[in-house]
């Protein structure tokens, strides 16, 4: 079935760094990219929906210049979480919207803790 | 734009007893409505998903029926086990151009011995 590979799993990285997560699609083509954050013991959020090759379409309250989204392939989207703050801790998913149709592929999410 | 409710927060089970979970969604141009278990940690699973054009899915233990006059679907846990224990979210794909999931809030479930 189709598979998508997150990176890392877990990061810890200092107030005022970046931090870049992966998303990897493994046996399919990725044409649509979905990133949410999710905090404990709540739903899923959307951040953002990143189309191959186009600039991502961010959800309203989503800074767009801290939440950097790259789609350059078909297989592979990265979130660049800029100058963390404590506040940006949280748990990072990304979901691949796969060419078959209606399916909807996650990764298994990146727990990041900025201190 | 889209909005989904999910009930009940928490539902707590004895092992072998059946779990249902509700939602209703607000948009009736909604066409997919797929169910996903989230284990602490990880990300989540498809377990079982519908298209608008069926009323009702089943998959061994799964099921999930959908009323698209009244907006809402359920998920049917028959027979659980320990192992059923999770975060159940409810989502709908919008009607029109958009292609994203809307969540509901999440069911926790637990399955008691």
């Known amino acids: 079935g189709a598979v998508v590979s997150q990176h890392p799993s877990r990061v810890i990285c200092k107030s005022g760094t970046s931090v870049k997560i992966e998303c990897r699609s493994l046996?399919?083509?990725?044409?649509?990219m979905f990133w949410y954050r999710q905090f404990p013991k709540q739903s899923l959020m959307l951040m953002a929906t990143?189309?191959?090759?186009?600039?991502?379409?961010?959800e309203q309250g989503v800074e767009k210049d801290k939440f950097l989204i790259n789609h350059a392939s078909l297989t592979l989207s990265t979130l660049t979480v800029t100058s963390a703050h404590p506040e940006d801790s949280s748990f990072y998913i990304c979901s691949a919207g796969n060419d078959r149709g209606y399916g909807y592929t996650f990764g298994s999410g990146t727990r990041l803790t900025v201190v | 734009g889209e909005n989904v409710e999910q009930h009940p927060s928490t539902l707590s089970v004895q092992e072998g007893d059946s779990a249902v979970i509700k939602c209703t969604y607000s948009d009736s141009a909604s066409n997919y409505f797929p169910w996903y278990k989230q284990e602490l940690g990880k990300g989540p699973q498809l377990i079982i998903d519908?298209?608008?054009?069926?009323g009702e899915k089943k998959d061994q233990r799964i099921a999930v029926t959908l009323n698209k006059t009244a907006k809402h679907f359920s998920l049917h846990i028959t027979e659980t086990q320990p192992e059923d224990s999770a975060v159940y979210f409810c989502?709908?794909?919008?009607?029109?151009?958009?292609?994203?999931?809307?969540f509901g809030t999440g069911t926790r479930l637990q399955v008691t011995l």
């Open positions: 989502a709908a794909r919008g009607g029109g151009t958009a292609s994203k999931l809307t």
């Open positions: 519908i298209r608008s054009n069926v």
């Open positions: 046996d399919f083509q990725a044409t649509t």
């Open positions: 990143s189309n191959e090759g186009s600039k991502a379409t961010y």
